[in-house]
């Protein structure tokens, strides 16, 4: 079975705090996403990641930056947390760009 | 115009009743698509792929309709345990391929 972990269910972080969200895969997949999903937003695509060290902009990368330096890491970082952050961040990963996504368990982040 | 939409509900039907939800994209070159299931404060997960011929399994049929350009999922006979929100995803067919979420259907079956 695929495994996508996230470093945290639940995180609590002050404005302008630098926040780390990290994702570790262990099906050695090409492709790896971050997402955010607000009540009557959906599931809104911040970045994704089809090769290490390669990134893609999604819908909503402002105030977000990523990082991929292994195959199976995907980091997300709010570099300077604003409240308007507070939401549930999902990672992903997929195998090909044409198969299906497989999702962590989603860390839920307030920011204060 | 968002390039993945669904209504998004909630369909609030009776146990045993045959319920469908339509996804329409935008984007005609999109190539993979796929129901998920998210139940609630949990991630989505894979209900199943659709592929061009349609597919099913068990109560549940997918179809995809190239030409107006939308996906459905069909749930037959449901149960209360179908309660749930299904969100639909789009690959969007350009290079790097990524996977775009409609905003999902909720559904309520009732005793």
């Known amino acids: 079975d695929v495994k996508v972990t996230q470093s945290s269910r639940y995180l609590v972080k002050r404005t302008g705090e630098k926040v780390f969200l990290e994702c570790v895969q262990d099906m050695d997949h090409e492709n790896m996403f971050w997402y955010r999903q607000d009540p009557g937003l959906g599931l809104r695509l911040i970045y994704f990641?089809?090769?290490?060290?390669?990134?893609e902009k999604g819908d909503i990368p402002e105030g977000y930056s990523v990082s991929r330096e292994k195959k199976e890491r995907f980091s997300l970082i709010l570099e300077s947390a604003s409240t308007n952050q507070t939401s549930m961040y999902l990672c992903?990963?997929?195998?090909?760009?044409?198969?299906?996504?497989?999702f962590g368990q989603g860390t839920r982040l307030t920011v204060v | 115009r968002k390039e993945v939409e669904q209504d998004p509900g909630p369909f609030n039907v009776p146990e045993g009743a045959t319920v469908a939800f339509n996804c329409t994209y935008s984007n005609s070159a999109s190539q993979s698509f796929f129901w998920y299931r998210q139940d609630c404060r949990k991630e989505p997960k894979l209900l199943m792929s659709v592929y061009s011929s349609g597919n099913e399994d068990g109560r549940f049929t997918a179809q995809l309709n190239r030409a107006s350009q939308y996906i459905s999922l069909l749930i037959r006979d449901s149960k209360l345990s179908d309660s749930a929100t299904y969100l639909c995803a789009v690959n969007n067919g350009n290079a790097g391929n990524m996977l775009t979420f409609g905003g999902g259907t909720r559904l309520m079956v009732k005793p």
């Open positions: 992903a990963s997929s195998l090909t760009g044409h198969t299906e996504a497989f």
């Open positions: 990641s089809y090769d290490v060290k390669m990134k």
